[in-house]
């Protein structure tokens, strides 16, 4: 497979990191929800009380996103073990990693065309 480096999604795309935030178009947010057509700031929970409703924004799209990308901030963290199962119920896997990370995959990912949705929570 080759990688475009120059290839652009359609919709938001985190162009990179500010204050501890989420740059994106002319925003910065300190948390993200983001789809293939809109980003929007997200105060999460602390990541064991993490639930599906708390991503409810993402999941109501058709056609319905393949997984989720779950930026857990500035370290990678499991996020609980209901959350998974209640994402998997729905048909939609979860793909867990620091939020950087997760940033960076969301771009490459929508070049490719992929149905996807993202939740990062804060880097600091």
């Given at each position: 497979m080759k990688l475009d480096r120059n290839a652009v999604a359609p919709g938001p795309v985190v162009a990179g990191f500010s204050g501890g935030g989420f740059r994106v178009?002319?925003?910065?947010?300190?948390?993200?929800?983001i789809s293939a057509e809109r980003a929007d700031g997200w105060r999460p929970p602390a990541l064991p009380g993490l639930t599906d409703a708390d991503v409810a924004p993402l999941l109501s799209r058709d056609p319905p996103p393949e997984f989720l990308l779950l930026g857990t901030g500035a370290t990678l963290?499991?996020?609980?073990?209901?959350?998974?199962?209640?994402?998997?119920?729905?048909?939609?896997?979860?793909?867990?990693?620091?939020?950087?990370?997760?940033?960076?995959?969301?771009?490459?990912?929508?070049?490719?065309g992929r149905e996807i949705v993202g939740a990062f929570y804060p880097l600091d």
């Open positions: 178009d002319d925003n910065v947010y300190h948390g993200l929800l963290s499991h996020p609980p073990r209901a959350f998974t199962d209640a994402m998997e119920t729905l048909g939609i896997g979860v793909e867990v990693m620091d939020s950087r990370a997760a940033a960076r995959a969301w771009g490459i990912l929508r070049a490719e």
